[in-house]
């Protein structure tokens, strides 16, 4: 049929991305072995910066999983401090020390934590959502805060993690951690792109666009948005476990509204469009972060602010529409019309 | 004589002031054509709410092969093979058509995969078999949003059948389309259609599209029903002339 209506402006494309999955797969493994080979040159500090966004990418991924779905968690905090939480008092109370077991624990613990509030943050959009989640990690910051068994405001440490039941050499831990959190998040960031490109995953961008469609197709809106919330929380709760076994210390600011903001930063930065983009904006935000902290230290957030404008200005749609478009459109240009 | 797959039983239903619906009483057997016709306002599309469960009824019952269907959500009314399309297409603009296609698949199959790739083969033919029936497959890849208004509307018909409904409700389906496409467009939907065993009512202005389609008429205004019978039947009441096509008042003059 020709056109009869006039032909409206094109929206912005929310193709869902179709690699083959063998490419997929063999380009991860080979990422991840460069970054493997790379981090036993990199200097200590290198490798710290990049298990600290890994560890924290993993969490902003969760919310980027939301995202494509309509709503944004600004209380993403929660599940990275109950998997912080978890994977330490595993460690000093249960005597568990494999850092792979303290990750899934702490992923699992935060998925469990926070799934029976999903059906009720299923029902809720926009400021509500967003408000909502951040009640939610405030008011285990507060609990955290005033829980004397758990350190209180000063938290507590937690020792040196074994990896496969050896032992951590001063000389080596850092870049055994650096592998065990890089080799983490490519699993995840895989799976979390094969979900993206999955039935479910088509349905969570047909929800972010038209829920009433949704359900007079015979879909559930409400448990596409549950089921995101969830496997975002394993995700952070993964992360949060990451990051504790590096640091050392686990304290309530793990659950502080400022701590979400960071990771709701890092994936406007990364946008939702791209899983690798979530990875790059949160090494962008640990350098910003180190090197402002080193030359504005008091200052520092102003440099982020900056940043963020600039990127909100440029590349509304983050950093993984660079490429994500970019493929969008050869592809277009490819098939008949 | 087959029983009705739809029985609406003394519906009821008013915004404020206004009655919607008053008293309305309708069988739908199996396999009928069936147009409601009336001016806007007349409660047509309040019916059709009505039926898909987007509004209740403040009284009454609805029936949908002797089911009482009258409580249930929306989601529950498709999974039991109620399908509508709408005024206004209520499409996905940012994905492509096929995409579109398969969000639908996917919804009423509930094969919902965390691991298969949602372009996976069996849901991509069956997509594209709908597509072929609504001669929609040049648009294959396009965005929704790129795509003119007759193309939507069709592309919303077909993304309802996805699930192989009993009964399907086109909400005017041929609205905001030019004159000279809404008789080619109409045609590829009851083809379409016609390729499977199904129930149809839909919501028309045009009469001659209702006399080529329908083998029922159902007129309503200000919430009640004023003719159910064959469209030449129908057509030629006073009440349907007067406050319907408005060809009494024509004839008078």
Not at chain 2, 25 to 47: H, Q, W, Y
Not at chain 2, 156 to 174: F, H, K, N, R, V
């Amino acid at each position: 049929m020709s056109a009869s209506v006039s032909t409206p402006a094109p929206a912005l494309p929310l193709r869902p991305a179709r690699r083959a999955p063998r490419r997929l797969v063999l380009g991860g493994i080979a990422l991840t072995a460069a970054l493997l080979v790379a981090g036993a040159y990199m200097p200590k500090w290198l490798t710290f910066l990049i298990t600290m966004a890994a560890s924290h990418g993993l969490v902003s991924l969760g919310i980027v999983l939301m995202m494509r779905g309509g709503v944004v968690s600004f209380g993403q905090g929660l599940v990275f401090a109950l998997g912080a939480y978890a994977a330490a008092l595993a460690y000093t109370r249960l005597g568990i020390t494999d850092a792979l077991g303290l990750a899934l624990l702490g992923g699992a613990v935060a998925t469990l934590g926070v799934a029976p509030f999903a059906p009720l943050l299923s029902r809720y959009r926009g400021i509500f959502f967003a408000m909502l989640t951040l009640a939610l990690s405030m008011v285990v910051f507060g609990v955290l805060t005033k829980t004397e068994a758990l350190g209180g405001s000063d938290g507590f440490n937690m020792g040196r993690v074994t990896v496969f039941g050896q032992k951590l050499a001063d000389g080596h831990v850092g870049y055994v951690l650096y592998s065990v959190t890089v080799v983490v998040a490519a699993v995840l960031a895989l799976l979390a792109r094969v979900y993206f490109d999955s039935t479910r995953g088509l349905l969570t961008l047909a929800v972010r666009e038209n829920e009433l469609r949704v359900e007079y197709l015979g879909g559930s809106v409400r448990r596409a948005m549950a089921i995101n919330f969830v496997l975002a929380a394993f995700a952070g709760g993964t992360g949060g476990a990451l990051v504790v076994m590096s640091l050392g210390h686990i304290d309530p600011n793990f659950s502080y509204w400022t701590t979400s903001g960071e990771f709701v930063f890092v994936a406007i930065l990364a946008g939702w469009q791209s899983v690798l983009a979530v990875f790059i904006a949160s090494t962008v935000l640990e350098v910003v972060r180190s090197f402002s902290s080193l030359y504005f230290p008091n200052t520092w957030q102003l440099s982020l602010g900056l940043f963020l404008l600039f990127v909100i200005r440029f590349l509304p749609r983050g950093i993984g529409s660079l490429w994500i478009g970019r493929t969008g459109s050869a592809r277009s240009a490819e098939k008949p019309r | 004589m087959n029983s009705p797959l739809l029985r609406a039983i003394g519906l009821e239903k008013r915004f404020g002031a206004l009655v919607a619906a008053s008293a309305i009483t309708i069988d739908v057997r199996p396999g009928e054509r069936v147009s409601l016709i009336g001016s806007n306002g007349a409660g047509k599309t309040t019916f059709v709410n009505m039926i898909t469960g987007y509004l209740k009824p403040d009284a009454g019952r609805i029936e949908l092969g002797g089911r009482d269907i009258t409580p249930l959500s929306p989601r529950a009314i498709t999974r039991l093979g109620v399908a509508r399309s709408f005024q206004i297409p209520q499409l996905y603009p940012a994905l492509t058509v096929l995409d579109n296609m398969l969000v639908a698949t996917a919804c009423q199959e509930n094969r919902l995969s965390f691991w298969q790739t949602a372009r996976r083969p069996d849901a991509v033919a069956r997509a594209d078999a709908l597509l072929e029936r609504f001669q929609l497959n040049e648009h294959r890849e396009r965005l929704v949003a790129e795509l003119p208004g007759g193309v939507r509307k069709l592309l919303d018909i077909a993304m309802a059948l996805t699930g192989e409904p009993q009964l399907l409700l086109l909400d005017e389906p041929t609205s905001g389309v030019s004159a000279e496409e809404k008789f080619p467009m109409m045609e590829i939907v009851m083809t379409a259609v016609g390729a499977q065993p199904l129930t149809v009512l839909f919501v028309e202005h045009d009469m001659d599209i209702v006399e080529r389609h329908a083998d029922r008429v159902i007129a309503f205004y200000s919430g009640r029903i004023i003719a159910d019978d064959t469209p030449q039947a129908a057509l030629a009441t006073d009440d349907v002339r007067r406050y319907v096509t408005g060809t009494l008042e024509a004839a008078a003059c």
